[in-house]
């Protein structure tokens, strides 16, 4: 690491300049004076008068003393420790520095990497208990949407003559889960459910009076993915709708023939016949059934007054052709097209 490598060299200048220092107050010696001894020497010349004479002529010679042994104690050992002293006190203080500065820094990285980690809280066991049975009621419900429900007949505004009768008919979808039933309201009053996760969801209205209607339709889940959420309700938006009293309608109004459709099925000889019939004028008064063979005319076999209206019946081997006639309470009536059949 980085601090590691600046104490390591703080340490070995230490090291360094105690070494210096001992060494060279190991070697300190006092300064030596010179001494200049002359020698005199002994030189024979003629003298003037022819004389004998000696006259002795100096030579100076320098002689430098022998040097003083090294002393190994150094002069003024005090002011030396003391120097010494104050210079590791000096580099003491640098590496205190030097080490608080590392320390410093090693905290503020460790502090940063805590910041990236997650902080995890350990809850008190009440309130781990009180935490997970809010969000499990909390994921429940917004797990659970509510329904969609909309009515799609009668529309707005249809006018019909009292004691009419007519399908009220909705559709609605769920989200999350399916639809349980579907509730029909005449105001506050309950025409009738529709159970069931298969729609269109109907019910048949029935002798319906003058005034003004307005209807809604209720839809039901089945409790979406939790059963702890329970079932959640949905209504739709009104339609309202004005029935006029018998014979005040608009020119013609009375004469909207009923709407019928049929179905049928062939075992054997044995015909299942039933009709579903609407009406917007008045109620329905009755259904005539009637059948053709190939090798006979036309002709009504069964009436039927009460819905569903039953159109049953045992037929002759052979190729037949049913239809049925519905008549409402204004005397209009309505055919439905010929549907052939084979029983053998």
Do not use: C
């Amino acid at each position: 690491m980085r601090f590691t490598k600046d104490i390591l060299i703080l340490v070995g200048v230490v090291v360094g300049m105690v070494t210096l220092t001992a060494s060279a107050s190991a070697r300190y010696v006092p300064g030596g004076e010179t001494t200049t001894y002359t020698y005199y020497s002994a030189t024979s010349t003629a003298a003037p008068d022819s004389t004998s004479a000696t006259t002795t002529t100096p030579t100076t010679t320098t002689s430098t003393p022998e040097p003083t042994p090294e002393s190994t104690t150094a002069t003024q050992p005090s002011a030396i420790i003391d120097n010494l002293a104050g210079q590791l006190n000096a580099l003491l203080e640098q590496l205190i520095a030097l080490l608080t500065v590392q320390i410093q820094d090693l905290q503020q990285q460790l502090v940063v990497k805590l910041g990236q980690q997650p902080t995890v809280t350990t809850p008190t066991p009440a309130a781990t208990a009180t935490t997970t049975a809010e969000t499990a009621v909390t994921s429940a419900v917004a797990a659970n949407k509510p329904p969609r429900v909309n009515i799609t007949f009668p529309y707005g505004g249809l006018e019909l003559s009292a004691s009419a009768s007519t399908d009220v008919t909705a559709s609605a979808v769920d989200d999350d889960g399916t639809i349980s039933k579907v509730e029909f309201f005449d105001g506050a009053t309950l025409i009738g459910t529709h159970a069931g996760s298969i729609g269109p969801w109907s019910v048949r209205w029935n002798n319906i009076s003058a005034g003004e209607h307005i209807l809604t339709a209720k839809a039901t889940d089945n409790g979406g993915t939790t059963s702890t959420s329970g079932p959640v309700t949905t209504t739709s938006a009104p339609v309202t709708l004005t029935v006029q009293a018998l014979g005040t309608g608009i020119a013609g109004f009375q004469d909207i023939p009923p709407v019928i459709t049929i179905a049928t099925t062939i075992t054997g000889t044995a015909l299942t016949a039933t009709a579903t019939v609407t009406t917007y004028a008045g109620s329905i008064t009755n259904v005539v059934w009637s059948r053709a063979a190939s090798t006979t005319s036309d002709g009504a076999y069964v009436t039927d007054a009460t819905s569903p209206y039953n159109g049953a019946a045992t037929l002759a081997v052979g190729v037949h052709t049913i239809s049925a006639i519905a008549t409402n309470s204004q005397g209009t009536t309505a055919r439905t097209a010929s549907t052939t059949v084979t029983t053998n």
